[in-house]
């Protein structure tokens, strides 16, 4: 199912091209046993998580200046490609910083990119970023600057260099499971992930997970939380944000009662995925979180 050959080298034979039960298709990694946006596949993910939730269109055409998305978990680039189709309809300029530790994904899906669909008329961006880390554009109404950061994410945000990112309005994060991939969802993580933002400049945080242990961790770093919008099977994700007026539907009470019964809501601290129940020191912060000052006191108790 390959494409013609080009100039972009194939990835080690460790990524599979499925058809989902849908009929679309998507990659799988055999090295780790996952696949990428299962069920409904990784345009249609894309579309309702990032591009329909965040109202995208609009919120590009009401920028000003660079509109700047944070791509963590840059992948087969099913998001960062879908987000910049759904731009192309807008004016102005965007600027996408991409984010992965290996680019054999996005090698394996550009090798399917005649079955996977979402690569047609980025071929040449495609190209340019593999060889370069650094591509520009023009995508329908919109100019595009597209930046690669190769590396550890975790140790990345750590770095002096992140200071100078752009900041942005839209964070894409997409990294595999915390039981695969457990500093990439610890609270040191988005804690840093939090103070790297910039408080005059709304910034919304889409992810798949709906766990009470991300959104305890998402809490404790600084974000406002609250249910996302529905995904293939997923009933509800998560959305984050800087700013409570980017949040629909913001976790209250109800939630917060059920948190002290959980048995998975302590945050990752790093270096290995546990269970556990919410701390009695993580507990008091989280009931005098901002987003839950308006309760009654006691109403959670």
Known sequence: MA??????????DRYDLVRL????????????????????????EAEALYVQQLDLIDRFAKSEGPFVIWDVGLGAA??????LKALSAGSGHVEIVSFDH???????????????????GFESAVETLLSEGLARFECGG??????????????????????????????????FSPARNPDMWSLPLFTQLFRALDPEKPCALPTYSRSTLMRVTLL?????????????????TTIAANSLELVA???????????????????????????????????????????FASLIPGSFD
């Open 220 to 236: 404790l770093a600084g974000f406002f939380v609250g249910a996302g919008e529905a995904t293939g099977e997923k009933e509800e």
């Open 142 to 175: 919109a100019t595009v600057l597209w930046k690669l950061w190769l590396g550890d994410f975790p140790t990345l945000l750590a770095s002096p260099s992140a200071s100078a990112w752009p900041k942005p309005s839209v964070i894409l994060f997409d990294a």
């Open 21 to 44: 039960a849908n009929g679309s298709f998507s990659l799988r990694s055999a090295r780790l046993g996952e696949t990428f946006h299962p069920v409904i596949g990784p345009v249609a």
């Open 3 to 12: 494409e013609s050959s080009t100039s972009v080298p194939p990835p080690p």
């Open 78 to 83: 099913a998001n960062a490609l879908t987000v």
């Open 102 to 120: 290996d680019l054999d994904p996005l090698r394996a899906g550009y090798l399917y990119r005649g079955s996977l669909g979402y690569f047609g």
């Open 249 to 291: 539907s913001p976790l209250g009470a109800p939630w917060l009662k059920r948190v002290k019964n959980s048995t998975s809501a302590e945050p990752l601290a790093g270096g290995g995925y546990v269970q556990r129940r919410l701390s009695l020191e993580n507990w008091l912060r989280l009931s005098a979180h901002p987003q």
